[in-house]
């Protein structure tokens, strides 16, 4: 099972691609636990591209997919904006004190900490960043049975 | 969707996702108040990194007044979220009773 879409990088595109989202998960019939992780790394990567990816007017096209196994949910972000590295970003520092805390870097940091696999390429004008975990279909035989 | 205003307590009651394009509202209401202390958040189902920013700049803010932010009735996937990020140890966060 797999769907893409395609919308301009802006903030004002977040409801519709999170939607996409949760409609493929919903057809899928994925648990909202499941869907969750997912609905935070798409909000992650795309405000990347949104702050990012989009320099000297010229809006980025940003194309989403999503692609479901037997066992994997892959999300994969593609944008055309100039190439940008998100894995590349130090951790952020999550035990220091309140007055040092920033945002900056959390975003991916919860990817890393969500996604059982993370992968950034540009290939050509893009960039792609595929994200992946495991999931269990609600519709799914409990484990030991023997369908049919 | 996402809401947020004011209990009869004067608690701060927000409900819904806290997406990114909901940040700035979520600021400029706790802006708005003098001095927020307790948010209930028993309706939020959903906070990325943009809207942790909505709580540390206000905890930064009121610390500074000598207060503090009490986070109460916390669903667990969003308190999770929370303690990934460690804002459990500059947060007071109390967790909603399953």
Not at chain 2, 1 to 29: N, W, Y
């Amino acid at each position: 099972m797999e769907s893409r879409t395609s919308v301009p990088g802006e903030a004002a595109q977040l409801q519709a691609l999170t939607q996409f989202l949760q409609d493929f998960c919903a057809t899928a019939k994925l648990p909202p636990a499941t869907t969750l992780p997912f609905e935070i790394a798409l909000e992650e990567i795309f405000m990347n591209v949104v702050m990012h990816g989009s320099p000297a007017g010229r809006l980025a096209q940003v194309e989403v997919s999503l692609a479901l196994s037997d066992d994997d949910l892959t999300l994969a972000v593609e944008d055309d904006g100039p190439a940008f590295d998100p894995l590349a970003l130090p951790a952020p520092d999550v035990s220091a004190p309140l007055e040092a805390r920033r945002i900056g870097g959390l975003g991916v940091y919860f990817v890393r900490q969500m996604m059982d696999a993370v992968s950034y390429a540009r290939t050509g004008p893009r960039n792609q960043l595929r994200m992946s975990k495991r999931v269990t279909r609600s519709d799914a035989a409990p484990a030991g049975t023997n369908p049919g | 969707m996402f809401d947020i205003h004011q209990g009869p307590a004067g608690e701060v009651i927000m409900s819904g996702r806290l997406d990114a394009t909901q940040c700035d509202a979520a600021l400029k209401f706790l802006d708005a108040l003098a001095r927020p202390e307790v948010i209930d958040l028993a309706g939020l189902e959903y906070v990325a990194s943009a809207g942790l920013r909505v709580f540390l700049l206000a905890q930064k803010r009121v610390k500074a007044m000598g207060g503090g932010l009490k986070l109460v009735n916390v669903r667990g996937p969003v308190h999770d979220i929370f303690r990934y990020a460690g804002f459990d140890q500059v947060l007071d966060i109390t967790r909603a009773a399953e």
